[in-house]
């Protein structure tokens, strides 16, 4: 995504729509989602959206990731703004900002979310990166906010600024690094508890 867009804008659609269908296709066995994600790199195109949409500098927003050092959190912070003046990405477009600066998983969580609140279904939102993808969803369709439930707030830096951009409250504060759904998954007892 440094010197061009990290996909084309069919890609996009198309990531979005796998995570619908996968919500569709598991609806009628679901009665809550969760989100979770792994990879490599993707601390990077979150915080990309998280500043894009939140309005905070990069330098707010970005953090360790898998724990880089200083330099490499400076060298992260250079190539996240190079890729956000290339692209120029359109924030009044979340594909578009998907297409330009995201990642194919967080268009799936995205196209998830959007598809959970279409079946009137809560979704446990994860981390960071599936924090992104939920901004993203709120910004194609802003009533799926309704159907999500942050379940934690992560050690990622962007993620207390996405959490806020979403006006969401998180149910635990563990610290969490990892994304992989763990803060989704220890969040599930506590909604089966609410509900009984």
């Given amino acids: 995504m440094t010197i061009g867009p990290a996909m084309f804008r069919e890609e996009a659609r198309q990531a979005v729509e796998a995570g619908i269908a996968t919500a569709l296709e598991l609806g009628a066995s679901t009665d809550i989602f969760g989100t979770g994600e792994m990879g490599i790199g993707n601390t990077a195109a979150s915080s990309a959206i998280v500043a894009l949409y939140s309005g905070a500098s990069l330098r707010e927003v970005t953090g ?5 050092d200083d330099r490499q959190l400076s060298h992260k912070i250079v190539m996240i703004e190079k890729a956000i003046r ?11 900002v998907l297409a330009r600066v ?8 995205a196209g998830l979310i959007l598809g959970a609140a279409y079946l009137r279904k809560p979704v446990l939102v994860d981390g960071f990166i599936s924090t992104a993808g939920a901004i993203l969803a709120a910004h194609l ?33 563990l610290d969490l690094r990892l994304g992989e759904g763990t803060g989704a998954a220890l969040a599930m007892p506590l909604v089966a508890a609410a509900v009984r």
């Fill in 141 to 173: 369709a802003p009533l799926c906010r309704d159907y999500m439930i942050a379940s934690h707030r992560s050690m990622e830096p962007g993620h207390r600024l996405a959490l806020a951009h979403l006006v969401k409250q998180p149910l635990l504060d």
């Fill in 86 to 96: 290339v692209n120029q990405p359109d924030i009044a477009d979340p594909l578009s």
């Fill in 64 to 68: 360790r990731g898998t724990g880089i």
């Fill in 102 to 109: 995201g990642g194919f998983e967080i268009g799936g969580i």
